[in-house]
Nanobody, 121 residues
Framework: QVQLMESGGGSVQPGGSLRLSCAAS????????VGWFRQPPGKQRELVAT???????NYADSVKGRFTISRDNAKNIVSLQMNSLKPEDTAVYYC???????????????WGQGIQVTVSS
């Protein structure tokens, strides 16, 4: 099995910064796409940012220029640097990864349990 563990959430004032990290562990042959989603209170889960193997990134319009996603392939860690945070960034943030457990498997999508980010004065 594969586990994803998020860390780095918390509370911050508007304009502040936080860095989220997600470490993948377990039986991992390769990781393709990784990313972050978020679910604001009372709303549906939405894409924040993704990065596929290599360096191709994709961001939601609402976070472009403020958030940066990065991955450390050697350590199976994906991070999300969040700057200039706004109250509307308040949400539970989830990391996700498409993982192959063996060379013969199709990739399966795994999710972390989520971590709270609160932006408030």
């Amino acid at each position: 099995q594969v586990q994803l563990m998020e860390s780095g959430g918390g509370s911050v004032q508007p304009g502040g910064s936080l860095r989220l990290s997600c470490a993948a562990s377990g039986t991992i042959y390769s990781i393709n796409a990784v990313g972050w989603f978020r679910q604001p209170p009372g709303k549906q889960r939405e894409l924040v940012a993704t990065v596929i193997s290599g360096s191709s990134t994709n961001y939601a319009d609402s976070v472009k220029g403020r958030f940066t996603i990065s991955r450390d392939n050697a350590k199976n860690i994906v991070s999300l640097q969040m700057n200039s945070l706004k109250p509307e960034d308040t949400a539970v943030y989830y990391c996700t990864a498409d993982v192959k457990m063996t060379p013969w498997d199709r990739a399966s999508t795994y999710w972390g349990q989520g971590i709270q980010v609160t932006v408030s004065s």
